[in-house]
């Protein structure tokens, strides 16, 4: 088993795990609720056509809404994300009935 790390200034790291014939690799990401989400999105795609034929698991906070990850509500950016994730083959593994990471007043995510 091993574990190489990689990391793509403080917006990205990933870690490639492998412990048989095939590595997986955990994709961590985030991008600020005031930064592109198409530069953002473009350099994730980057880094999964570097890993072609890997297994890759991606944790990542976009800051983006959309009912497809249990917002009320879609935005924009939203809109790119589920774009993004249908391009690539990605599925979501949220449950639907997962209650947001914080809560601020009228503020969820």
Request: charge should be negative.
């Amino acid at each position: 088993m091993y574990l190489k790390i990689n990391e793509f200034g403080s917006k990205y790291t990933y870690h490639e795990l492998q412990t048989g014939q095939n590595p997986t690799t955990f994709i961590s990401a985030y991008n600020s609720p005031c930064a592109n989400i198409q530069e953002t999105l473009q350099e994730l795609q980057n880094i999964i056509r570097s890993l072609r034929g890997e297994s890759i698991i991606i944790g990542a906070d976009l800051n983006g809404h959309h009912t497809m990850w249990s917002y009320r509500d879609i935005d924009p950016r939203g809109e790119r994300i589920l774009e993004f994730l249908l391009a690539n083959n990605l599925f979501i593994a949220n449950s639907p009935d997962t209650p947001p990471t914080f809560e601020r007043g009228i503020l969820k995510g």
